[in-house]
């Protein structure tokens, strides 16, 4: 039996491998860790074992009393253990965690719990009053569109977005009207085809995609985000299995080097003009960051959020999210922050991705999804439907585009395509790994955040046209 060490990640689910015989952690790498490898001990949530057990209990007991705070760092412990504990049983399962296993079960077990009443009455006020009541949802969301705007390169962005910007623009607008008009043809509805479905899925996450969207629908329409949220996950999640089968697919079909046509198999390089793949290079990420500069970046993005909302109460016609959106990006284009600011904003919001997606998704599951309107949507032939062939267009749409101007089609159809179709994160490690390529990785972090924001602004436009449907 293998004993090579792993180190999970609690925000995407992924399990890497160290090198064998690497040694103790440095101090700086076990700073910088999220979870530490095996050999460190039994963890749960990055805390040892024992220690995970007793907080828990603590917070247990204070719910099942009635004294657990309704307050915003009560909502922090009990969604960063919970997540962090099924993000760990999730693991425990080789070969469907990387089916998403991990992010499924943070999605899906808390509500399943509350439906069946066993989630204590004051844990479940505390958690929703955390999300909605607090504004926990806002603080991520906000936080990931900056980061992800921001801590793009200007360079890459003016550069290499005109070439990338063909199989991403082209391969959502494909997407959109050929699953609107399938959602039309079957009586699904169009306008439900786009935004019920493709949209979330295409949003290349969950926390850009289908969370977002559904405080915009009920915004516009005048309705709840619950009314929305069991809909809009259970297609995210079910497109992300499909990704993964297809990218599967692929890699069994090109690893002995087949080639359908000039241009079909890249062998994992995206592009077949030479000397070009650094254009669309993204920096890696910093191992560490300061305090001062986590700061920085909550203040900018808080107040690109304010300006955000700002906007939107005197030009309604699209949501606050959408004008962060436009601020962060013309920021960038103008250059108008220097240098440590980007990268402040971009530091801060992968701290957060790093380590509260489980807490998110957590949160939602108990404030917004409601399990039988997840299995009404599950138990729907149509819904099935339209989410697999949602993949199906993405994929087959962005390989061709990408193929065009000169990518190669299976790499392009994997990147953007899939990536964009998956739940980002753990969504991109399985789909990259499922189809052999993960030195695709920078190409997926440029999808995540040029398409996830481009998605949700072009949201923004459509939902005017649901609230008029409604």
């Not at 499924?104 to 069946?116: D, K, M, N, R, S």
């Not at 890249?266 to 290079?281: F, P, S, T």
């Not at 990268?343 to 108990?366: F, H, K, Q, Y």
């Amino acid at each position: 039996m293998s004993t090579t060490p792993r180190t999970t990640d609690p925000a995407t689910g992924s399990v890497e491998e160290e090198p064998a015989g690497s040694g103790p952690a440095t101090p700086v790498a076990a700073s910088r860790a999220v979870h530490h490898s095996y050999p460190r001990g039994f963890r749960i949530a990055s805390l040892p074992g024992a220690i995970y057990f007793v907080l828990a209990a603590l917070l247990l007991a204070a719910a099942l009393t009635g004294n657990l705070p309704d307050s915003m760092i009560a909502g922090f412990a009990v969604t960063i253990l919970l997540g962090g504990l099924l993000i760990w049983i999730g693991n425990l399962f080789p070969v469907i965690r990387d089916y998403g296993l991990p992010t499924i079960l943070c999605t899906f077990v808390p509500a399943t719990l509350l439906f069946l009443g066993l989630l204590p009455e004051n844990l479940v006020t505390v958690v929703q009053n955390f999300v909605s009541g607090y504004g926990f949802l806002d603080f991520f969301v906000v936080t990931i569109i900056a980061g992800s705007i921001l801590g793009m390169p200007r360079a890459l962005l003016l550069k290499a977005g005109p070439r990338f910007a063909v199989p991403v623009i082209g391969c959502l607008a494909a997407t959109f009207l050929l699953v609107g008009l399938l959602g039309l043809v079957t009586g699904f509805g169009f306008l439900e085809g786009v935004l019920m479905i493709a949209a979330p899925i295409m949003a290349g996450g969950l926390g850009i995609g289908a969370v977002p969207m559904s405080e915009m629908y009920a915004a516009r329409t005048g309705g709840t985000s619950e009314a929305f949220m069991g809909d809009l996950l259970s297609a995210v999640v079910v497109a992300n299995i499909v990704c993964i089968l297809i990218a599967g697919l692929y890699n069994g079909l090109t690893k002995r080097g087949t080639q359908l046509f000039v241009g079909f198999n890249g062998n994992g390089q995206l592009l077949r003009v030479q000397g070009r793949a650094g254009d669309l290079a993204m920096p890696e990420k910093k191992d560490i960051s300061s305090f001062i500069a986590l700061g920085k970046g909550l203040a900018i993005a808080g107040c690109l959020f304010v300006l955000g909302n700002l906007v939107g109460a005197f030009l309604p016609v699209l949501h606050p999210y959408a004008w962060t959106i436009i601020a962060a990006a013309l920021i960038k284009i103008f250059g108008l922050f220097p240098k440590e600011l980007e990268e402040a904003n971009s530091e801060w919001g992968d701290m957060i991705s790093s380590t509260m997606v489980p807490a998110l998704l957590v949160g939602v599951s108990i404030t917004y999804i409601k399990i039988d309107d997840v299995l009404a949507s599950l138990s729907n032939p149509m819904f099935i439907l339209l989410t697999v062939c949602t993949v199906i267009i993405a994929t087959v749409t962005s390989g061709f585009l990408g193929w065009l101007v000169k990518f190669n089609f299976v790499e392009a159809a994997i990147t953007p395509g899939l990536v964009m179709a998956d739940t980002g994160g753990s969504g991109d490690v399985s789909v990259l790994s499922a189809a052999n390529r993960m030195h695709l990785m920078p190409f997926a972090a440029l999808t995540n955040r040029v398409g996830g924001a481009l998605v949700l602004f072009l949201t923004s436009l459509l939902v005017p046209l649901l609230a008029g449907a409604a």
